[in-house]
């Protein structure tokens, strides 16, 4: 248990459909993050939040979009999908959100296993 | 693309000490080294982190070379749960890029 919930943990969809992915951290970080894992590729970055504001968007397409209406809460919505981003995504939260130096350990959530077909 | 580059797999006798090796030659002065590991199907769990000196934790110890080009990742006594995917990081700040990692696979 590492603080930071992910909801659902399974999700399958059309490519029509519209869901959203939520995450929730219980460890008064100010910074959050998605990741997408594809099969067999590493961890990618997508979007980084500090403090409610996105500082990062990792040239992720429109059809994923972020929202953190605080801290504390982070959400992935989804639409016209398609089959190739199936994938595990993946929530994780940090103290500070530094991006100009020092120590940010990253927290992960369980992720949200997702089939677009 | 990843900054870091480990072996793709190891084995390891379950007891033994697992030693997992990261070469980082571009590391910066202000970036510190990160170790996450990945048990199939769950998130990333972070496990130890060192700037230049060597560190030793509940989980780990992490050995940081004297030119902090490289450092090695020991777990003193592997168990089967200790079977996951390894990742060595370094970064300044919040921005962690993922490399294969080395899949260790600890065996009875």
């Known amino acids: 248990e590492t603080g930071v919930t992910q909801t659902p943990r399974h999700l399958v969809m059309g490519m029509t459909n519209k869901k959203s992915l939520k995450c929730e951290q219980h460890l008064g970080h100010n910074a959050m993050y998605w990741y997408k894992q594809s099969a067999k590729k590493p961890l990618e970055l997508m979007f980084v939040y500090n403090f409610k504001e996105q500082t990062e968007n990792n040239s992720v397409p429109s059809r994923f979009s972020p929202e953190c209406p605080n801290s504390s809460h982070l959400f992935l919505h989804l639409h016209t999908l398609q089959p190739e981003d199936s994938a595990l995504y993946l929530c994780?939260?940090?103290?500070?959100?530094?991006?100009?130096?020092?120590?940010?350990?990253?927290?992960f959530g369980p992720g949200t296993r997702l089939l677009v077909l | 693309d990843a900054k870091t580059t480990q072996p793709p797999s190891m084995d390891c006798a379950e007891g033994r000490a697992a030693n997992l090796p990261c070469n980082h030659s571009t590391i910066s002065g202000n970036e510190y080294v990160y170790w996450y590991r990945q048990i199939h199907s769950q998130g990333p769990q972070y496990i130890i982190h060192g700037l230049k000196n060597n560190e030793t934790n509940e989980m780990a110890s992490l050995i940081i070379t004297e030119d902090r080009k490289s450092s090695t990742l020991i777990l003193p006594h592997a168990t089967l749960r200790d079977t996951a995917v390894y990742y060595c990081i370094h970064n300044a700040g919040n921005m962690l890029t993922f490399g294969g990692g080395t899949r260790l696979m600890v065996k009875p």
């Open positions: 994780a939260s940090s103290q500070e959100g530094s991006i100009a130096g020092g120590l940010e350990t990253q927290y």
